[in-house]
């Protein structure tokens, strides 16, 4: 009797791990619910001679702790660096030309230079030296984008206005940035739209995978995407050029789903992406989801290396026992 019994509580304990719903990777951290600030000032202003018409001006950047923004695009050209333009300057008869910046440190991981902590820009003002620059008249904007060094997940590209008030280009104030989200249109998203990857094909409607999905009898993976998220293009280079991953990606039904996309929003509203609605209202891309064929969620993740894991849950996703 106590044979079976036994026999019974191993059946019992297989069929309910292959019915578990979820197996997350990664989760968010439900501590930090804001975004993380990068601090602008302008410590310094060097005036030249005022027949010279130019003035030097140097401007520090504050990259919160655990966190680097980029110097440069990355040997792959995927990342936002930061970058300066200064409006309304033609106007007043001047321009600025960046003389030196931070030398950063080469991020072997990521591929691309990049900034932790503090540093300083500093920008020749060359002004017609007969045109009065007004300061009050010359705002500044900073384009940024910022990733976690450890999870990598990298915050949608800001850009952020910091007026040049007569008081700042005295004294030097140091100011948080109020980001507002870059962003640029993707293809747009049709029941019948598919992209294509190579010999990968993407669907562009959840609900139309999902008929898919279950009309074949293969799991659903589920691409979270966005034209900003550097990692998230960075996977989509590892679909093709690994041939393990690429393999287990031919034998599901694939879609991608924008940031934009009306899917994204309704999913943002599931309880099972907290990921989608992050942080301050921006989303933690690149995030994935594995479905079995009748609609079971039973993994997510967001770590785009983790190829193995992404093989193997595909593979546990085949014999998920649909309740």
């Known amino acids: 009797m106590r044979f079976v019994r036994a026999v019974l509580l191993l059946w019992l304990s297989w069929n309910l791990g292959l019915r578990s719903p979820v197996v997350a990777q990664t989760s968010l951290n439900s501590q930090s619910q804001a975004l993380p600030?990068?601090?602008?000032?302008?410590?310094?202003?060097?005036?030249?001679?005022t027949n010279t018409g130019m003035d030097t001006w140097r401007i520090a950047v504050q990259i919160p702790p655990d966190y680097h923004g980029y110097l440069d695009t990355g040997d792959e050209g995927f990342f936002i660096p930061l970058s300066f333009t200064f409006p309304g300057l033609e106007e007043q008869g001047a321009q600025a030309v960046m003389v030196?910046?931070?030398?950063?440190?080469?991020?072997?991981?990521?591929?691309?230079?990049?900034?932790r902590g503090s540093g300083e820009f500093a920008f020749r003002i060359e002004a017609i030296p007969t045109a009065a620059?007004?300061?009050?008249?010359?705002?500044?904007?900073?384009?940024?984008?910022?990733?976690?060094?450890?999870?990598?997940?990298?915050?949608?590209?800001?850009?952020?206005?910091?007026?040049?008030?007569?008081?700042?280009l005295t004294g030097g104030m140091s100011r948080s940035v109020t980001p507002v989200t870059f962003s640029r249109q993707p293809p747009?998203?049709?029941?019948?739209?598919?992209?294509i990857s190579e010999n990968l094909h993407w669907w562009r409607d959840f609900a139309m995978a999902q008929q898919r999905a279950r009309a074949e009898q293969k799991p659903l993976f589920v691409d979270f995407y966005a034209i900003w998220c550097a990692n998230?293009?960075?996977?989509?280079?590892?679909?093709?050029?690994?041939?393990?991953?690429?393999?287990?990606?031919?034998?599901?039904i694939l879609v991608k789903i924008y940031?934009?996309?009306?899917?994204?929003?309704?999913?943002?509203?599931?309880?099972?992406?907290?990921?989608?609605?992050?942080?301050?209202?921006?989303?933690?891309?690149?995030?994935?989801?594995?479905?079995?064929?009748?609609?079971?969620?039973?993994?997510?993740?967001?770590?785009?290396?983790?190829?193995?894991?992404?093989?193997?849950?595909?593979?546990?996703?085949?014999?998920?026992?649909?309740?």
């Open 37 to 49: 600030e990068v601090k602008v000032s302008l410590v310094a202003r060097d005036r030249q001679p």
């Open 100 to 115: 030196s910046r931070p030398v950063g440190e080469r991020d072997e991981v990521v591929h691309a230079t990049v900034l």
């Open 133 to 168: 620059m007004t300061a009050a008249a010359l705002p500044m904007t900073l384009r940024y984008q910022i990733c976690h060094d450890v999870t990598k997940i990298c915050y949608p590209p800001q850009e952020v206005a910091v007026p040049l008030h007569a008081t700042t």
């Open 188 to 195: 747009s998203a049709s029941p019948w739209s598919v992209e």
């Open 232 to 252: 998230c293009k960075a996977f989509q280079q590892l679909t093709v050029s690994d041939a393990q991953l690429n393999a287990a990606l031919q034998e599901a």
């Open 259 to 323: 940031d934009t996309d009306a899917d994204f929003q309704t999913l943002q509203r599931e309880p099972h992406y907290p990921e989608l609605r992050g942080v301050g209202g921006q989303p933690l891309l690149p995030l994935f989801a594995i479905y079995a064929a009748q609609g079971v969620l039973v993994w997510k993740g967001q770590d785009y290396q983790a190829v193995h894991t992404i093989v193997a849950q595909l593979e546990r996703a085949k014999r998920v026992v649909t309740p």
